[in-house]
């Protein structure tokens, strides 16, 4: 059952919103300290001025959002794990966490393949064949359009890339003969 | 003379035309597709862009950022999904119309005074702006930097959340901009003893972060909502209602101009006050509003459209930005070595006069894509969401990646995403963020600058401001901006009705 909203005030409390609030008052904290450890109030044009101003506006603000949030009623028809961070999103973050730890080893080309293999398994729930066959399609549009068009270097990693390319041309040029 | 041939570099370079071509039909589909936006859309691009010599970069961005604000509209009648936020208004009236089996008709509508709206706010940024960039001119460094700091106040105050959200935002924008060596004394800020924060925060990537990857995250919450089919024949409006049209689509394109050229307010704002304009000054209209009104599509249409031309014009003059993808855009001429602001005008007129003309262009792409090839863009919008985001959010990795072909960046990018997707989740706006990014500079340099030449002496600073006119209505308006968002203005108002 929804708790009764206390009068004059906004919308109620979502899961997890105090603890995020929380966070950013410490984190502004933590940088208003860093701020004044960059010149302290050694004068008002002085490179740390500005920085310590804006945390401490920071501060100030998260504060009086920390304490609004406090007096807010909790919302009981949301849940945390599945309004706040569902599943698709947690597997998501770890798939972008993975393709930025494979990128370099494996490459480009076949980490972009599994991550978006995966991820149109997960998320639309199609079979693997199908899953990989779209995957394999759109690296290869995304491949040539940004190697080609936008002149993007992707790492290569375990593909022989530019033997590849090289064998490309070598054919096109041999026919050209 | 060198006005003309600046204005015709885009018509007279086929690649250039090409690009602002392929920009334009890009963007119409990114603003049509619900999640992805044209913010979205135009950070992404700056990654793979700024190895680009300057003109095709902007090209491309400034068809992307036309077609986009347009393209909004498309899934606003379709699906009642505004695809991107200037379209909430449109969808008020144009999904009426499309539940009645009307929606070609509103497309076709919308999509002429669309072009109208564009062509207006146009032709105002070529008259306004050089005469604006004149006057900027005699700017003081204390106008400067309350002009950085009206433009976040009113975004913090007009996106969603409260005033006291936007203003963390804002200064959490700020604060990231500041990271690395100050310029001016070479001392770290931010740094925590990291040698790879020396040199600052990747800009795409904190935006990419904020704009892509947080809004991809939000979207994963519908990632299985089912597409609305619909069928839709012709869409070529007749001559008759358009000229019907014409007079309420120049009052409203007038106001979209004007509320687009404000710092910090964009097409979304300019779009809701034409549509409360548009209820005012129709009297009967055929169809009640909210109902299938054609002037609840023409209102918001030409006012968000106009307000893109309204937008450059203190993005170009002051170097401050009109909303968050012009925000962007000022970050895109910094990465090319440019410097908008009054000397823009003065040191090369002829970047000015091409995005006049790339703008207009675009325009008239918009136009003709508009009116064509409806039955593949139906399809498009129908493609799974399930399949669509992971394709966005590897090309969201890759534009982060490829600025500096850096893994950190992607990490950095990851990292901005996660904690833009709980900002949104909580109620912070994301706008201020990034506005905050792009003057974190310029407010920095001006507050230094200002507080030197005052000797050091608030006293003084404010003495200066309260003696000049400019400096003094730029005051004014910051603090009415605070007080307007306290109960105290309410407490005032509600005496003076009383």
């Known amino acids: 059952m929804q708790t009764k909203q206390p009068k004059g005030l906004g919308q109620p409390r979502r899961p997890g919103e105090l603890v995020f609030n929380l966070l950013m008052v410490l984190g502004s904290l933590y940088l208003l300290w860093s701020a004044y450890g960059i010149s302290g109030f050694e004068a008002l044009s002085a490179p740390g001025a500005v920085p310590m101003v804006t945390t401490a506006v920071m501060l100030?603000?998260?504060?009086?959002?920390?304490?609004?949030?406090?007096?807010?009623?909790?919302?009981?028809?949301?849940?945390?794990?599945?309004?706040?961070?569902?599943?698709?999103?947690?597997?998501?973050?770890?798939?972008?966490?993975?393709?930025?730890?494979?990128?370099?080893?494996?490459?480009?080309?076949?980490?972009?393949?599994?991550?978006?293999?995966?991820?149109?398994?997960?998320?639309?729930?199609?079979?693997?064949?199908?899953?990989?066959?779209?995957?394999?399609l759109m690296v290869a549009g995304i491949y040539l359009l940004f190697r080609i068009v936008f002149t993007v270097l992707m790492p290569p990693g375990i593909v022989p890339e530019a033997e590849v390319i090289a064998w490309v041309k070598s054919l096109f040029v041999a026919r050209g003969n | 003379m060198d006005v003309i041939n600046a204005l015709l570099i885009p018509i007279l370079d086929l690649k250039l035309l090409g690009l602002i071509g392929l920009g334009t039909f890009a963007g119409i589909y990114v603003g049509a597709i619900p999640g992805l936006s044209v913010t979205m859309a135009v950070s992404i691009l700056i990654s793979f862009t700024f190895s680009w010599a300057v003109y095709p970069a902007i090209a491309l961005m400034i068809g992307i950022y036309m077609g986009g604000v347009y393209g909004g509209s498309r899934t606003a009648i379709l699906l009642n999904i505004p695809g991107a936020p200037s379209a909430i208004a449109t969808a008020m009236d144009g999904f009426p119309m499309a539940k009645k089996g009307l929606a070609g008709e509103a497309i076709g509508i919308v999509t002429v005074v669309s072009f109208l709206g564009g062509f207006i706010g146009i032709l105002a940024l070529a008259i306004f702006a050089p005469l604006?960039?004149?006057?900027?001119?005699?700017?003081?460094?204390?106008?400067?930097?309350?002009?950085a700091v009206l433009g976040i106040l009113l975004v913090g105050s007009l996106s969603e959340g409260s005033l006291v959200k936007g203003i963390f935002a804002g200064a959490l924008g700020i604060a990231i901009g500041a990271v690395g060596m100050d310029p001016l004394t070479y001392t770290e800020r931010f740094t925590f003893g990291t040698s790879g924060l020396r040199s600052g925060v990747s800009f795409v990537a904190v935006m990419i972060g904020m704009f892509g990857i947080s809004e991809g995250l939000m979207q994963l919450h519908t990632v299985n909502t089912a597409?609305?089919?619909?069928?839709?024949?012709?869409?070529?409006?007749?001559?008759?209602?358009?000229?019907?049209?014409?007079?309420?689509?120049?009052?409203t394109s007038s106001i979209g101009t004007v509320i687009g050229a404000l710092p910090g307010t964009g097409g979304d704002i300019a779009a809701l006050i034409a549509y409360?304009?548009?209820?005012?000054?129709?009297?009967?209209?055929?169809?009640?509003?909210?109902q299938g009104a054609i002037e609840g599509l023409v209102a918001p249409e030409t006012a968000n459209n106009a307000a893109v031309g309204g937008a450059f014009i203190p993005m170009l003059t002051l170097g401050i930005p009109g909303d968050a993808v012009t925000a962007i855009m000022i970050g895109a001429l910094f990465i090319h070595g440019l410097n908008p602001?009054?000397?823009?005008?003065?040191?090369?007129?002829?970047?000015?006069?091409?995005?006049?003309?790339?703008?207009?262009?675009?325009?008239?792409?918009?136009?003709?894509?508009?009116?064509?090839?409806?039955?593949?863009?139906?399809k498009i919008v129908e493609l799974p969401r399930a399949?669509?985001?992971?394709?966005?959010?590897?090309?969201?990795?890759?534009?982060?990646?490829?600025?500096?072909?850096?893994?950190?960046?992607?990490?950095?990018?990851?990292?901005?995403?996660?904690?833009?997707?709980?900002?949104?989740?909580?109620?912070?706006?994301?706008?201020?963020?990034?506005l905050g990014v792009?003057?974190?500079?310029?407010?920095?340099?001006?507050?230094?600058?200002?507080?030197?030449s005052d000797q050091e002496s608030l006293w003084m600073l404010l003495k200066g401001t309260l003696a000049s006119p400019l400096s003094l209505v730029l005051f004014v308006s910051v603090i009415l901006i605070f007080v307007s968002?306290?109960?105290?203005?309410g407490m005032i108002f509600r005496k003076r009705t009383a």
């Open chain 2, 438 to 452: 792009i003057l974190s500079r310029l407010l920095d340099d001006n507050w230094r600058r200002a507080i030197i």
């Open chain 2, 227 to 251: 597409a609305v089919k619909q069928k839709i024949s012709s869409i070529i409006p007749s001559w008759s209602q358009v000229r019907k049209h014409i007079p309420l689509g120049m009052q």
């Open chain 1, 60 to 136: 100030l603000c998260t504060g009086l959002i920390f304490l609004e949030t406090l007096r807010k009623s909790k919302i009981t028809a949301e849940k945390l794990e599945r309004d706040i961070l569902p599943m698709p999103v947690i597997v998501t973050i770890l798939a972008i966490t993975g393709y930025a730890l494979a990128l370099k080893p494996l490459g480009f080309l076949p980490t972009s393949f599994l991550f978006l293999t995966g991820l149109i398994r997960y998320l639309a729930k199609y079979s693997l064949a199908r899953s990989a066959l779209l995957a394999l």
């Open chain 2, 132 to 147: 604006l960039a004149d006057f900027a001119i005699s700017f003081q460094p204390r106008d400067y930097m309350m002009l």
């Open chain 2, 387 to 434: 399949v669509l985001l992971p394709a966005i959010l590897l090309l969201s990795i890759v534009g982060a990646y490829a600025v500096n072909n850096s893994v950190n960046d992607v990490y950095w990018m990851l990292g901005f995403g996660v904690f833009g997707y709980f900002m949104k989740l909580y109620g912070y706006p994301l706008g201020p963020v990034i």
């Open chain 2, 341 to 378: 602001g009054p000397m823009l005008m003065v040191d090369q007129p002829n970047m000015f006069w091409f995005i006049v003309s790339a703008l207009a262009l675009a325009n008239c792409f918009m136009l003709i894509f508009g009116l064509t090839g409806i039955r593949v863009f139906v």
């Open chain 2, 485 to 489: 968002k306290t109960p105290l203005w």
């Open chain 2, 276 to 290: 409360d304009h548009a209820t005012r000054v129709t009297k009967n209209p055929e169809v009640p509003f909210g």
